[in-house]
């Protein structure tokens, strides 16, 4: 597999889109896992936004605890954080990129962004690393 390529099962990418969909008026978030060391993501984890902001995200503290425990138990792996943005596009915001650099200061997580400005939500990924941003390609494997 590229390892420049983050590659999601069809149930995960429709579960962020749905997830972005249902947390208007306000940014959803979640984590999303896979099997291994790879980019390949087949659990979404659907978690509340404790900001209940249009402009800002921010993880609830006892959900996250909650979901690492759960992808520890299963020997899984976290592959990043996904949110969403109400009415601008699907890259990184100034707060977004602040918060990577405190969230994961490694840059070893990917970061999704699913874009609700337009009818058709867009989904982007990036990995953020001492503030450059740099677009991780994504494919939905249908299979």
Same mark, same amino acid.
């Given at each position: 597999?590229?390892?420049?390529?983050?590659?999601?099962?069809?149930?995960?990418?429709?579960?962020?889109?749905?997830?972005?969909?249902?947390?208007?008026? !306000?940014?959803?978030? +979640?984590?999303?896992?896979?099997?291994?060391?790879?980019?390949?993501?087949? &659990?979404?984890?659907?978690?509340?936004? $404790?900001?209940?902001? #249009?402009?800002?995200?921010?993880?609830?503290?006892?959900?996250?605890?909650?979901?690492?425990? &759960?992808?520890?138990?299963?020997?899984?792996?976290?592959?990043?954080?996904?949110?969403?943005?109400? !009415?601008?596009?699907?890259?990184?915001?100034?707060?977004?990129? $602040?918060?990577?650099?405190?969230?994961?200061?490694?840059?070893?997580?990917?970061?999704?962004?699913?874009?609700?400005?337009?009818?058709?939500?867009?989904?982007?990924?990036? #990995?953020?690393?001492? +503030?450059?941003?740099?677009?991780?390609?994504?494919?939905?494997?249908?299979?």
């Amino acid at each position: 597999m590229n390892d420049d390529l983050l590659v999601l099962t069809a149930d995960a990418h429709q579960s962020m889109i749905a997830h972005a969909l249902a947390g208007l008026p !306000h940014e959803a978030c +979640g984590l999303f896992a896979g099997p291994g060391d790879g980019l390949m993501v087949d &659990q979404f984890f659907a978690m509340t936004n $404790a900001a209940a902001s #249009r402009e800002i995200y921010v993880l609830d503290g006892n959900e996250m605890l909650e979901v690492e425990a &759960q992808v520890d138990a299963d020997q899984r792996t976290l592959v990043g954080v996904m949110h969403s943005h109400t !009415h601008t596009t699907a890259y990184p915001s100034p707060t977004d990129v $602040a918060d990577a650099g405190r969230f994961d200061p490694f840059g070893a997580w990917i970061f999704i962004i699913v874009s609700l400005k337009h009818p058709d939500p867009s989904l982007r990924a990036y #990995r953020i690393l001492d +503030g450059t941003i740099t677009e991780v390609p994504v494919a939905v494997d249908q299979g």
